[in-house]
């Protein structure tokens, strides 16, 4: 099964949400004579993908861009407005490149999956000609070191940890010495899950990030915050409260398969603009797939 396939399979439950609704205003705006929208279908329409997740304020703008008619049909509309904001998130943090390593700290809240997609996002990257080392940086929670070492040995990587407590930024600091000596690429961190109101974590997440520093000009290089797409406008609470402390620069989604509120994605663009690196769709090891925002929307729109 291709990647579309997958993604598309993975969305289902919020395409299933989109879809009869938006068949009938695609109907509607499309037997206009100019294409625009009336009262009632352009407020159908942010119902619509409000219900969906995408979130009050890119609801509104989505809205605003298509009422007014233009080139193609609504649907084309619609998802031409979704990928602009796709674009700028993206345009807003590109990817690093540069020396080798690249340094990834994951962040985010216990419960979220991290240490899982850590592990998943090893094989991926991997199976697609990297060669990628794991960093147990969690050093409080023994249960969190010994996953990921399941998920290391499941991807076949290299994994660098410690004893139970020890400094989680010596931690990074020799991951980074031995991968740079391993001619490993990327170095995966595992950080402690945290909210904003531990001050002592997200002091101890700075202290990682200094250190990583001192290790490798630019490190980290990327910081990814982990979300469960279940959780909805709840992970954007969470996200911006990750924003200044640990100085986000991609999102990874997880859980995409598993809630009908899958426009959670566009939410994460438009009020963030951060870009979203990876999607999880699934259980299994190869189910974090690289984020396709032109397959994403046509995905939700393709049954339509």
Same mark, same amino acid.
């Given at each position: 099964?291709?990647?579309?396939?997958?993604?598309?399979?993975?969305?289902?439950? #919020? #395409?299933?949400? &989109?879809?009869?609704?938006?068949?009938?205003?695609?109907?509607?705006?499309?037997?206009?004579?100019?294409?625009? &929208?009336?009262?009632?279908?352009? $407020?159908?329409? =942010?119902?619509?993908?409000?219900?969906?997740?995408?979130? @009050?304020?890119?609801?509104?703008?989505?809205?605003?861009?298509?009422?007014?008619?233009?080139?193609?049909?609504?649907?084309?509309?619609?998802?031409? =407005?979704?990928?602009?904001?796709?674009?700028?998130? %993206?345009?807003?943090?590109?990817?690093?490149?540069?020396?080798?390593?690249?340094?990834?700290?994951?962040?985010?809240?216990?419960?979220?999956?991290? #240490?899982?997609?850590?592990? +998943?996002?090893?094989?991926?990257? +991997?199976?697609?000609? *990297?060669?990628?080392?794991? /960093?147990?940086?969690?050093?409080?929670?023994? %249960?969190?070191?010994?996953?990921?070492?399941?998920?290391? *040995?499941?991807?076949?990587?290299?994994?660098?940890?410690?004893?139970?407590?020890?400094?989680?930024?010596?931690?990074?600091?020799?991951?980074?010495?031995?991968?740079?000596?391993?001619? /490993?690429?990327?170095? !995966?961190?595992?950080?402690?899950?945290?909210?904003?109101?531990?001050?002592?974590?997200?002091? $101890? !997440?700075?202290?990682?990030?200094?250190?990583?520093?001192?290790?490798?000009?630019?490190?980290?290089? $990327?910081? !990814? &915050?982990? &979300?469960?797409?279940? @959780?909805?406008?709840?992970?954007?609470?969470?996200?911006? $409260?990750?924003?200044?402390?640990?100085?986000? #620069?991609?999102?990874?989604?997880? +859980?995409?398969?598993?809630?009908?509120?899958?426009?959670? %994605? @566009?939410?994460?663009? *438009?009020?963030? +603009?951060?870009?979203?690196?990876?999607?999880?769709?699934? =259980?299994?090891?190869?189910?974090?797939?690289?984020?396709?925002?032109?397959?994403?929307?046509?995905?939700?729109? =393709? %049954?339509?």
């Amino acid at each position: 099964m291709g990647l579309f396939d997958r993604l598309k399979q993975g969305l289902s439950r #919020t #395409t299933q949400t &989109l879809v009869s609704r938006f068949g009938d205003l695609v109907r509607r705006a499309d037997d206009a004579a100019d294409g625009a &929208l009336d009262t009632d279908t352009a $407020e159908s329409l =942010e119902e619509m993908l409000i219900a969906a997740d995408v979130g @009050v304020a890119a609801s509104r703008v989505v809205v605003d861009a298509v009422r007014h008619g233009g080139a193609g049909g609504l649907r084309d509309r619609v998802k031409r =407005e979704l990928l602009r904001m796709f674009e700028v998130a %993206a345009a807003a943090h590109p990817p690093v490149t540069g020396p080798s390593p690249r340094v990834v700290l994951v962040v985010g809240v216990n419960g979220v999956g991290k #240490t899982t997609t850590l592990g +998943k996002l090893a094989a991926t990257l +991997k199976a697609s000609g *990297h060669a990628p080392m794991v /960093c147990a940086a969690d050093t409080f929670r023994a %249960a969190a070191v010994e996953q990921l070492e399941i998920w290391a *040995h499941r991807a076949g990587v290299e994994i660098v940890r410690a004893a139970h407590g020890a400094d989680p930024a010596s931690v990074v600091f020799d991951a980074i010495t031995s991968g740079r000596a391993k001619g /490993c690429d990327p170095i !995966l961190v595992d950080t402690a899950g945290r909210l904003h109101t531990r001050v002592n974590l997200m002091h $101890e !997440l700075e202290k990682m990030r200094r250190v990583a520093g001192r290790a490798m000009a630019g490190a980290p290089h $990327e910081v !990814l &915050l982990v &979300l469960d797409a279940t @959780v909805g406008q709840n992970g954007l609470v969470q996200a911006r $409260e990750f924003l200044g402390v640990a100085g986000v #620069t991609g999102i990874v989604l997880t +859980k995409l398969d598993g809630t009908a509120k899958g426009g959670i %994605a @566009v939410a994460i663009a *438009h009020d963030l +603009k951060l870009p979203i690196r990876y999607v999880g769709i699934g =259980e299994g090891i190869d189910d974090l797939i690289p984020f396709d925002p032109a397959a994403y929307v046509d995905a939700l729109f =393709e %049954a339509a």
